[in-house]
Structures are given as C-alpha cells and as structure tokens.
C-alpha cells in the first residue's frame, strides 16, 4: 500500500474487521458493488451543483466512469459466484462523516471533497490488506482497485485544496477524527465501510 | 441516419427546429452537456431500482459511461470555444415523457426503457442532420455520437421487450404520440430536445 494512504488516513483497520470479512465474503461483494454505485453518484452529484468549475466536472465525470466500470466488474464477480446481487442498508460510515458537511463553504463543496479522499484511502486501505487473504481471481482485481482507488483519493484530495479559500489542514484533521471513530467504533452490521464488528453473534451478517 | 431511427420515430424534427439550432450554437452545446448528464443520471436510476436485474445493470451501467464520456467531450468543445457551461431550465420533452409512464407496471420500468428508447432516437435523428450543417470539427463529433445514440436506441428498446410480460406495440405507439406532440407542438424556449421554435421572438434564448 502507497505510504501516502497509511498517512492520510487516521488509524489502520482493526483485523478483527478483516476476519469477519473473509467470513463474510458475499456480503462484502454485494456491498461493494453498492459501494461503486454511490462513489459514482457522489461524482454526479458534484458535476450537478458544481456546473461552473469544468476541471471539476472533468474529474468527476472521468472518476464515475471508473467507479461504473467497478461496478460492472463486482457484479460480474457476483454472477460468476452466484451470489444474488441485493439491496443492503447502507453502514454508518458515509452518513457518519457527511452529517458534519459545512454547507455554507462553497455549498459544501470542500467538505465533500474532503470526505471523498477519505472514503477512498479508507477503500484503498481494505482492498490492499484483503487482496494477498483472497482466491488468485479475487487478489487480482481487489490488487488492480488499490491503484484507482489510491489515485482517486489523491484527486479528491488535490480539487479540495485547489477550490479551497485558505488552508484545509485544520478541516482534514477535523473529518480524520471522525473518521477514526466511525472505523474503531462498534458496528453490528458488518459492510465494506462498517467499522469495528460487533461480538454480540450473528447481526453483522443482516 | 440509420432507417430504424426514421421507421421508430413518429416523425421527423420540422426544418425550421434546425434553422434556429444554428443560430443559437451555444445554447444547443449547453443543453446538450445537460443532456448527456441527465442520460446518464436516468440509466443510473434505473440502476438503483433494479438491483436484482443483471442484464439491466451492466447495460445501463455501460450506457452510463458512454453518456459521461460524451458529456466530457462537450464540455471540452464548451472550453475550446469560450463558451461558459450554465444551468439552464430543462425543456418540456423529458418531463412531457415521464409524466406518462405507469408505475404499476415493474415500477415503471418498461415505460421508463422505451421513452429511453425515443430520447436517444430522437437525439440521433437530430445529430444526424445537424452534423453536415456544422464546422468540420463538431461535424465530426456529431457524426460520431450518431452511431452510439443509435446503439443506445436499440439497447433500451431490447431491454423493454426482453423485461416485458407481453406486446409492447401498443405502449410503444402511445409514447409515440406524445413524443410526436412534443416535438411539434411550439416551445418558448430552444433546447436540443424542444419542439418548434415558437416565432415570438427572444424567449427561445432565454
């Protein structure tokens, strides 16, 4: 994994969450896929509020064409394994750090921006440390997203700083803590994003 | 332009459509980057209804992408030719469509697949006779988008009869005659998807 994520980010996963993961492997996979399909509609959403800043535009049109082709890949991998592809409450996690956008600056943008980088490294983060755990098919794809996802986080990382007023430092620091607790926290539901898995039995498998 | 696209629309754009869509240049290319904005933000919403409906998902997931590409590319021709990207208020087409579709029917589904059917047919036909009429370079661009529209035409109008329970003539004539009263009938404001340009004047550049 690039040292920029293992800097970035506030805390490494805890390995409790990666063994519940390889229990949980079908659950993973279908919250992956959902996980593609909303980093893409985050995209499209920014290029709706945002249709004067064509750089903007540019990188969140080209990042949800990356995100769709993800999706198109998880769901495959989803076929070939039988797994039925279903609807999943969502984990705490993105609703966690986006109830704390600050829609007065710049309609949320920057925050959002922010927010973006760490659902990114945080992905990044997970597919690195689960690619060598899975089968050979499995290990290869989740290795080739660590280059997207961690080239990602860098963009949203970059037009936050680029569209922002002043220095973010203070705002990064901000979202990194949340984000700490929402990944060190318990979560009875176990997904993609979901944070320390409880011990209390079967609920994370819901 | 390929003879499915006559044969399935329920008529053709009246001359005097392209007389003002030459002389508002500018206004067209803003429209049409929201156009492929909103074609993709539709095939994603359909993706989020229709989780269980692989063959739905991929290629709606895959349309999406090529939608996000075109809308990359205009906002490119937007940039090169100093024209500033802005919001502007959505003609009466899609809305006129949509306000039709029966949602007791596989949620809506089926409608929703073939007004898809006719917005990309409609955008080809336009594209189509636009594409000589322009300069070489967006001659060229135009040209190109007609041969994917056209294959997006045909995508929806398969995925329609492949998810329906029955005959789809009959829903497809009706959305046919709306389509057609839409793109007859005046429109105050020129968009690439409004009917005749009304002759009162300006408001059309509104």
């Known amino acids: 994994m690039q040292d920029e994520i293992v800097d970035f980010l506030p805390c490494l996963t805890p390995d409790r969450w990666y063994e519940v993961a390889l229990e949980n492997l079908d659950l993973l996979l279908i919250d992956h896929a959902n996980c593609e399909k909303k980093a893409a509609a985050t995209a499209m959403n920014l290029m709706y509020r945002h249709v004067e800043n064509t750089e903007l535009l540019m990188t969140m049109s080209y990042l949800a064409r990356e995100e769709l082709l993800h999706f198109q890949q998880v ?67 989740y290795g080739n997203l660590v280059k997207s996802e961690s080239r990602h986080f860098e963009e949203y990382l970059s037009l936050a700083r680029i569209n922002a007023r002043g220095d973010i430092a203070q705002r990064i620091e901000f979202f990194g803590a949340v984000e700490k607790d929402l990944v060190l926290e318990q979560d009875s539901d176990f997904r993609f994003h979901s944070g320390l898995p409880s011990e209390s039995g079967p609920a994370h498998l819901a």
Chains 1, 2 share one sequence.
């Not at 769901?75 to 966690?96: H, M, N, Q």
């Not at 829609?103 to 949320?108: A, E, I, Q, R, T």
Request: hydrophobic share 35%; proline share 4%; glycine share 8%.
């Open 75 to 141: 769901v495959t991998v989803l076929k070939d394994r039988g797994i039925t592809y279903r609807r999943l409450s969502p984990s705490r996690y993105a609703g966690g750090l986006r109830q704390h956008i600050d829609n007065s600056d710049s309609n949320g943008l920057i925050d959002t921006l922010i927010i973006g980088a760490y659902v990114e490294a945080r992905s990044c983060e997970r597919f690195a440390t689960l690619a060598p755990l899975l089968d050979p098919k499995l290990s290869k794809f």
